[in-house]
């Protein structure tokens, strides 16, 4: 289900590096306190499952994987910032 991939903390954190340019698994885990390797690889997994991002392995030693937003994923972010502008908006009426 859809949920289970927007529904987990750590989705929009992933989603919002992706796009901002760190798109490896060792740079992304560093990026937050309390991301672990574990969770950011299910994380990860989702969002290629549901076609929000590509995974880009490339044929070195040691192995090199990156991820970038699909176009699908590009929408998605689109919509994604469309609702923290409206949850911005809301807060400043407050």
């Not at 760190?22 to 499952?49: D, I």
């Not at 937003?69 to 949850?87: K, N, S």
Request: with cysteine; charged share 30%.
């Amino acid at each position: 289900m859809f949920e289970d991939c927007v529904g987990c903390k750590w989705t929009l954190h992933i989603l919002m590096q992706i796009r901002s340019g760190v798109n490896r698994p060792r740079a992304l885990v560093k990026t937050k306190k309390g991301l672990t390797t574990k969770v950011l690889n299910e994380r990860l997994a989702k969002l290629v499952q549901f076609g929000i991002l590509d995974k880009l392995s490339y044929p070195e030693v040691p192995p090199r994987v990156e991820y970038r937003l699909t176009p699908f994923g590009q929408e998605f972010v689109e919509i994604l910032d469309l609702l923290e502008a409206l949850h911005q908006k809301f807060i400043d009426k407050l």
